[in-house]
């Protein structure tokens, strides 16, 4: 048992879409949040730039207290895990990559035509194809970066025509010339569209892997015995850190925390 804080992260707030299954999977937790509101994209930027931004984030939650990182950012699991768990190696790193491929070489499996939808840094590295094909060998998975949902979603602007137009823009052809009846969320902002992408492409399942990364969590955190008791984090808030705080970042805070206590800070590097 160790009743020391989480720290989960993302460039932005697109981790925040992975807080309620954290909560729902680990109640005993408490959650020290970091989104580099600041310096989002990430996926847009070069792999060294992402691998020291993202070693900044983990030293400073690292230096919170934090008994385990959880990315909850698919850009920086693709492309610095190996990064971080070589500069912490006795803390646990969770990425949300592995588990969601695995989930998605699943749904392959089961006959599922499905296409990858993430950053381009996500798209470019290969991650997701390779970790499909570690499961699944011959699998195909045909993926498309869509760098515009990612300020659609930081601007709060998910529920809107441009969020729309954008999403035809990049897939209406995708989808069809793939003939996908599944399309994976593969960057945690675009589950925040996931009403807009159902209503421009009804026909289509979307698979949300914030799932996957709880389901992770709980099993390193139980396998490491590091799972907090039930109960010793109750009257502690969870945190909230942005590197500039937004409209848009307290607004998602407050949706996706269900009425619980937390607090919001500023820290940028
Ligand atoms: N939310 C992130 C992801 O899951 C990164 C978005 C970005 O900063 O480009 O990939």
């Avoid at 925040?16 to 600041?38: H, N, Q, Y």
């Avoid at 035509?113 to 094909?133: D, E």
């Avoid at 699998?139 to 709060?156: D, K, S, T, W």
């Amino acid at each position: 048992m160790d009743d020391r804080p989480i720290g989960v992260f993302d460039s932005g707030i697109g981790g925040l879409s992975c807080v309620a299954p954290l909560k729902k999977l680990l109640p005993g937790e408490k959650i020290l949040f970091f989104g580099d509101t600041a310096r989002v994209p990430y996926g847009s930027k070069s792999d060294a730039t992402i691998i020291s931004y993202s070693l900044q984030i983990a030293d400073y939650l690292a230096g919170q207290g934090a008994k385990a990182l959880v990315i909850a950012c698919n850009t920086i699991s693709a492309v610095a895990i190996g990064a971080i768990r070589g500069a912490y190696p006795d803390i646990p790193v969770v990425g949300i990559v592995e588990p969601a491929a695995r989930r998605t070489a699943e749904l392959l499996r089961g006959g599922k035509k499905a296409g990858l939808i993430a950053t381009r840094a996500t798209v470019n590295n290969g991650a997701y194809r390779k970790a499909v094909k570690a499961v699944l060998p011959g699998a195909e998975l045909p993926a498309m970066a869509c760098p515009l949902f990612v300020p659609i979603v930081e601007e709060g602007l998910a529920d809107s025509d441009i969020a729309r137009l954008t999403a035809s823009h990049y897939l209406d052809v995708f989808v069809r010339d793939n003939g996908l009846d599944t399309l994976v969320l593969g960057c945690t902002h675009y589950p925040f569209l996931a009403d807009t992408l159902r209503s421009v492409f009804p026909e289509l399942d979307l698979v949300d892997p914030a799932e996957c990364l709880a389901e992770e969590a709980a099993r390193v955190l139980d396998e490491k015995d590091l799972l907090a008791e039930l109960g010793a984090n109750a009257d502690k808030p969870d945190v909230f850190y942005a590197s500039a705080i937004s409209g848009a970042f307290t607004e998602t805070v407050d949706a996706v925390t269900g009425g619980a206590d937390y607090d919001i800070l500023q820290h940028h590097f």
